[in-house]
RNA sequence: GUGGCCAUAGCUCAGCUGGUUAGAGCAUCAGAUUGUGGUUCUGAGGGUCGUGGGUUCGAGCCCCAUUGGCCACCCCA
């Protein structure tokens, strides 16, 4: 029998990892809740070509795809083996693979709306918390199966939604205790701007990627590999000033009117920055702090479908991790499913990212911790009759109460409480049924006091 | 998908240029202690050295393959 093992990139999470991951689950959910958003859920899986094409061609190569079932069945041994031949030669073929594990919550989402559209009332605002799969090789602060917690305002061209989100980032943060994160924001609209400059439209994708680099390679490197891609000089020579847009916020957006202000799409997207940056709907502190909200004409973001403003947030530069939440806004996202001329724009939180970067800088509270209160302990029957009916009235209190399992000597009931961190414990021998009463101890402080039954039950247990 | 590093007890690791019976700390269990835990002391269990093959008189150590983990690239949360 071999050794029990987990697939590749997943893993376990035992109490003490739980309850702290559902101190984030929780604080997001509020928030989002706080600003209106509902809750959805979709499927782990979804037909293959719902998903196929969505996200660029290196993604689809990242989606987990489903074996059909039945492949063995010998009336359709033949086409299998045709078919197989096809996705040896890197297609999806129906007959193989129908189904994917869901690779985002965006496209599932994009497809609920599509499908619903004439019962949904406009705009729609959604949260989901779900885990979501990607094939890709896990390293630090990426794993195969990690959740994501994703909330999109959909039917709506209003920027007012985009200061809903950053608001949202900023107040999940801070409540986290991430004080010092960074939320970057630019426009695709700058980038597109920039490519129609520089070697037009279709060079959009190379050049955003390229630039995208500019933090972890330098600039020479950049413009090596602009030159690899076939822009000229002149055309380098636009994006590097483009990329050496330096300064405040204010600065910055002067800059880019100069650099590109006679393309009337940058001068929208310029616009539109302008708008999200000088919103008096954000708190205060994001003007207080320049540095919280800061546009960055570098960041490009991967996805495809992005086509306004996109944002990234990442923790400070202490913590090796990369962005820690990410999102933007799509023109047509439903579009792509039969149903267009729905807008939207959403966020999206990296839950096992914010973990790390939490347990990095130590910032969960010592109080997530919530687990058992008192342990009553067991002496023989009779007296474990009596602390069971004493257990669930306090149970009836809501304080959380076990009864040690057997009959067994106070060294090892002491030695599981102290295991379990539970901090009192209540002992009921012989002598205090005798005597109707019992003795409570603050494991704790080390201190004991003999109670009557009815001062136990009306005891706080702090 | 590409590259680098690693794999020894439940955990963290030591183990010399290949040489007798593979060690330590922590954890576990038992006892000192049948109504008072955390400290202490004593003892015990626990390993086909990731897996498969090869070289050798002899392999935890060398070689090949394989699996898994970590890290980096691509990409991304």
């Given at each position: 029998m071999n050794k029990p093992s987990l697939p590749q990139g997943t893993r376990d999470f035992?109490?003490?990892?739980v309850r702290k991951r559902n101190y984030i689950f929780d604080t997001i959910r509020n928030v989002f809740e706080l600003y209106g958003f509902q809750q959805l859920e979709t499927p782990a899986m979804e037909n293959i070509e719902t998903l196929l094409g969505k996200y660029?061609?290196?993604?689809?190569?990242?989606?987990?795809?489903?074996l059909n079932n039945g492949l063995d069945n010998p009336d359709k041994q033949k086409q299998v083996k045709e078919d197989f031949q096809k996705v040896l030669d890197g297609k999806s073929v129906k007959g193989i693979t129908e189904r994917a594990l869901k690779y985002d919550l965006?496209?599932?989402?994009?497809?609920?709306?599509?499908?619903?559209?004439g019962q949904l009332t406009f705009p729609f605002k959604r949260y989901q918390i779900q885990p979501v799969w990607r094939a890709d090789r896990p390293q630090k602060g990426?794993?195969?199966?990690?959740y994501q917690c994703d909330a999109d305002v959909v039917g709506s061209n209003s920027l007012l939604n985009e200061v809903e989100l950053a608001n949202i980032y900023h107040e999940v943060f801070i409540r986290l205790g991430i004080t010092n994160y960074e939320l970057r924001i630019n426009h695709r609209k700058l980038l597109a701007a920039l490519a129609g400059i520089c070697g037009g439209a279709d060079k959009m994708t190379d050049i955003t990627i390229v630039i995208d680099k500019l933090d972890k390679f330098?600039?020479?490197?950049?413009?090596?590999?602009?030159?690899?891609?076939?822009?000229?000089?002149?055309?380098?020579?636009?994006?590097?000033?483009?990329?050496?847009?330096?300064?405040s916020n204010p600065e910055k957006i002067s800059q880019l009117k100069k650099l590109l202000g006679n393309s009337e799409t940058a001068r929208k997207g310029i616009e539109e920055l302008e708008f999200i940056l000088n919103s008096g709907l954000t708190p205060d502190s994001y003007r207080d702090h320049d540095s919280r909200l800061t546009l960055d004409p570098t960041l490009a973001r991967g996805l495809n479908y992005y086509t306004g403003i996109i944002f990234e947030a990442k923790a400070t530069e202490e913590v090796k991790m990369g962005s820690i939440g990410g999102g933007g806004r799509y023109d047509d996202l439903t579009g792509l499913f039969g149903v267009p001329g729905i807008p939207g724009v959403g966020i999206s939180f990296g839950v096992d990212r914010i973990y790390d970067v939490m347990e990095e800088l130590k910032l969960f509270p010592a109080d997530v911790h919530v687990g058992t209160q008192v342990l009553f302990f067991n002496l023989g029957e009779a007296e474990s009759t009596k602390a069971f009916e004493l257990m669930q009235q306090l149970r009836n209190k809501s304080i959380r109460c076990e009864l040690y399992h057997e009959n067994v000597k106070f060294d090892k009931q002491f030695k599981y409480a102290e295991k379990k961190k539970i901090p009192f414990a209540v002992i009921i021998g012989s002598k205090e049924l005798e005597e109707k009463n019992c003795t409570l101890k603050d494991l704790?402080?080390?201190?004991?006091?003999?109670?009557?039954?009815e001062k136990l039950l009306s005891f706080s247990f702090q």
């Amino acid at each position: 029998m071999n050794k029990p093992s987990l697939p590749q990139g997943t893993r376990d999470f035992g109490p003490e990892v739980v309850r702290k991951r559902n101190y984030i689950f929780d604080t997001i959910r509020n928030v989002f809740e706080l600003y209106g958003f509902q809750q959805l859920e979709t499927p782990a899986m979804e037909n293959i070509e719902t998903l196929l094409g969505k996200y660029g061609e290196e993604s689809d190569k990242l989606i987990f795809k489903i074996l059909n079932n039945g492949l063995d069945n010998p009336d359709k041994q033949k086409q299998v083996k045709e078919d197989f031949q096809k996705v040896l030669d890197g297609k999806s073929v129906k007959g193989i693979t129908e189904r994917a594990l869901k690779y985002d919550l965006t496209i599932p989402f994009a497809r609920y709306v599509a499908m619903n559209h004439g019962q949904l009332t406009f705009p729609f605002k959604r949260y989901q918390i779900q885990p979501v799969w990607r094939a890709d090789r896990p390293q630090k602060g990426r794993y195969r199966e990690f959740y994501q917690c994703d909330a999109d305002v959909v039917g709506s061209n209003s920027l007012l939604n985009e200061v809903e989100l950053a608001n949202i980032y900023h107040e999940v943060f801070i409540r986290l205790g991430i004080t010092n994160y960074e939320l970057r924001i630019n426009h695709r609209k700058l980038l597109a701007a920039l490519a129609g400059i520089c070697g037009g439209a279709d060079k959009m994708t190379d050049i955003t990627i390229v630039i995208d680099k500019l933090d972890k390679f330098g600039l020479e490197k950049v413009k090596e590999e602009l030159s690899q891609k076939g822009l000229n000089k002149k055309q380098i020579d636009v994006i590097e000033k483009y990329l050496s847009i330096k300064g405040s916020n204010p600065e910055k957006i002067s800059q880019l009117k100069k650099l590109l202000g006679n393309s009337e799409t940058a001068r929208k997207g310029i616009e539109e920055l302008e708008f999200i940056l000088n919103s008096g709907l954000t708190p205060d502190s994001y003007r207080d702090h320049d540095s919280r909200l800061t546009l960055d004409p570098t960041l490009a973001r991967g996805l495809n479908y992005y086509t306004g403003i996109i944002f990234e947030a990442k923790a400070t530069e202490e913590v090796k991790m990369g962005s820690i939440g990410g999102g933007g806004r799509y023109d047509d996202l439903t579009g792509l499913f039969g149903v267009p001329g729905i807008p939207g724009v959403g966020i999206s939180f990296g839950v096992d990212r914010i973990y790390d970067v939490m347990e990095e800088l130590k910032l969960f509270p010592a109080d997530v911790h919530v687990g058992t209160q008192v342990l009553f302990f067991n002496l023989g029957e009779a007296e474990s009759t009596k602390a069971f009916e004493l257990m669930q009235q306090l149970r009836n209190k809501s304080i959380r109460c076990e009864l040690y399992h057997e009959n067994v000597k106070f060294d090892k009931q002491f030695k599981y409480a102290e295991k379990k961190k539970i901090p009192f414990a209540v002992i009921i021998g012989s002598k205090e049924l005798e005597e109707k009463n019992c003795t409570l101890k603050d494991l704790r402080k080390g201190e004991q006091q003999t109670l009557s039954f009815e001062k136990l039950l009306s005891f706080s247990f702090q």
